[in-house]
Structures are given as structure tokens and as C-alpha cells.
């Protein structure tokens, strides 16, 4: 059975830095890209960015300068680093994998940023 998990949110002050983390079970990210996407409250689910399984990057052009995807293909993980947080960033934080026709979601990680 396949299975996303996130994990790393939390609480972090206004100019604060998180990595969540999104471990894949029953698939492989050397096989699989791995998207992450954030909605914020009251709002639609954003896509931030993707790493292909080949390790290429892309990013929203709203995120780059401030989100980080990467891997490790070894621990089947990939994570999002996040910096210079502010208030704006509070958002539940899932990932998602896909290859071809199949595709699967993580339950989502909620990451507020507050003081």
C-alpha cells in the first residue's frame, strides 16, 4: 500500500526556518516525482515546485526565492526547506507523488507562522 508522509511542521516565529519532510513507502522517488503544494487558509492549494526523479527542479515563480526542494533518494524522502517565514506562509503543507497515470497525496503537514 502506498503511503506519503509529511512531517516537520510546527510553530515558527516570523523570520524562522522549517524542513518538512515527505517520506514515500510502497513507491520510490528515483521512479516518482515529488510535487509540494500549501494552502493557506481560506484559500485554493498552491503548487510551490516538483523534483523529478531525475532530480531536475521547478518552482512557482511566486516560491523559488524562498522554498528549497530536495532529496534523498536513499532515505525515499523528500523535503522543503523554508526560509525567511512570515505570517503569510501559514499553510497546510502536502506532497505529492506521481508518475505516469498514477498519482498520491500525503495527508498534509500544517506549518504556522506566528509570534
Known amino acids: 500500500q502506498v503511503q506519503l508522509v509529511e512531517s516537520g511542521g510546527g510553530l515558527v516565529q516570523p523570520g524562522g526556518s522549517l524542513k518538512l519532510s515527505c517520506e514515500a513507502h510502497?513507491?520510490?522517488?528515483?521512479?516518482?516525482?515529488a510535487n509540494w503544494y500549501r494552502q493557506a487558509p481560506g484559500k485554493e492549494r498552491e503548487w510551490v515546485g516538483v523534483i523529478g526523479a531525475g532530480g531536475k527542479l521547478r518552482y512557482a515563480d511566486s516560491e523559488k526565492d524562498r522554498f528549497t526542494i530536495s532529496k534523498d533518494n536513499s532515505a525515499n524522502t523528500v523535503y522543503l526547506q523554508m526560509n525567511g517565514l512570515n505570517p503569510e506562509v501559514t499553510a497546510v503543507d502536502t506532497c505529492k507523488a506521481d508518475y505516469l497515470c498514477d498519482v498520491y497525496w500525503g495527508q498534509g503537514t500544517q506549518v504556522t507562522v506566528s509570534s
Open positions: 510502497g513507491i520510490s522517488f528515483s521512479t516518482y516525482a
